[in-house]
């Protein structure tokens, strides 16, 4: 499966140590430049998004699409979801890891399949990878501050069956 990541799915996940759950669950990862970029700014903050380019799993791949990448940027996204969008469509990602609401929006009227880190954490949990997904989700809103509504946490947790 080809599937492109922004920043917010990776950087949260490497803060709390649970990066392995995307490995195990898609295999490798495909970023461009402009998330590695973001990636290495989270790590100042969280040291442990510093071993994201380093993983054999995860692809950094530019973008040759400048145009479509100028377009997005011109519908308020910001570099690395820009050039995440771009390098689905351009490679024809089966998958795009996007939880920025705008981002997932103009990424599904341009055709993309999408998933965000709630969406990532249900799937591990259905398919045996975390037992689970309420302590990770409570380390993701203390540890790396990564914002659930009231309304989310509790439907994720009735979906995972941990309501």
Known sequence: ????????????????????????????????????????????IYIQAASVPNQPWITIQAVNDAVTVERLRGEKLDAGESEAIALALEIGAELLLI?????????????LNITGLVGVLLEA????FASKIKPIVDALVIQARFRVSSQLYAEVLRLAGEA
């Open 1 to 44: 499966m080809t599937v492109v990541s922004n920043t917010s799915p990776i950087s949260n996940l490497a803060a709390i140590g649970h990066l392995d759950l995307l490995q195990r669950l898609y295999g490798s990862i495909t970023i461009p430049q402009a998330v590695a970029n973001e990636i290495a700014k989270v790590a100042t």
């Open 99 to 111: 939880d920025e609401q705008l981002g997932r929006k103009i990424a599904i009227n341009e055709g």
């Open 125 to 128: 949990k259905n398919r045996g």
